[in-house]
């Protein structure tokens, strides 16, 4: 039984920094992938940044890729959003997520919820103007 426990969210101004953190409540027998995705108030949940666990290789949707960065702790299976340049727009719950397992995801990066099994209850995020 794993569950991911994020933290890090808050309110912040425009332009402003902020870094998120997500660990599994239990250890993993072998993690594939970790993410964040992001749900804003009346929109669907979209991905935003990914990394392969083995490789170290990130994913990032187009809208926050130059400003936000993800990176791993590979011996507590923890995953980092560093999110820089804040905007308005950038508010939402972020759920982190992980894939568990040694498959591998090929000719496309990692950015649908059916590639992920455990996720997070999610952190707010607000970024005011």
């Known amino acids: 039984q794993v569950q991911l426990v994020e933290s890090g969210g808050g309110l912040v101004q425009a332009g402003g920094s902020l870094r998120l953190s997500c660990t599994p409540s239990a250890r993993t027998a072998s993690t594939s992938h970790m993410g964040w995705f992001r749900q804003a108030p009346g929109k669907e949940r979209e991905f935003a940044a990914a990394i392969d666990w083995s490789t170290g290789r990130t994913y990032y949707v187009a809208s926050v890729q130059g400003r936000f960065t993800i990176s791993r702790d590979s011996g507590t299976n923890t995953v980092f959003l560093q999110m820089h340049s804040l905007k308005p727009e950038d508010t939402a719950v972020y759920y982190c997520?992980?894939?568990?397992?040694?498959?591998?995801?090929?000719?496309?990066?990692?950015?649908?919820?059916?590639?992920?099994?455990?996720w997070g209850r999610g952190t707010q995020v607000t970024v005011s103007s």
């Open positions: 997520a992980l894939r568990s397992g040694y498959r591998i995801i090929a000719g496309r990066p990692p950015s649908r919820q059916g590639d992920y099994d455990y």
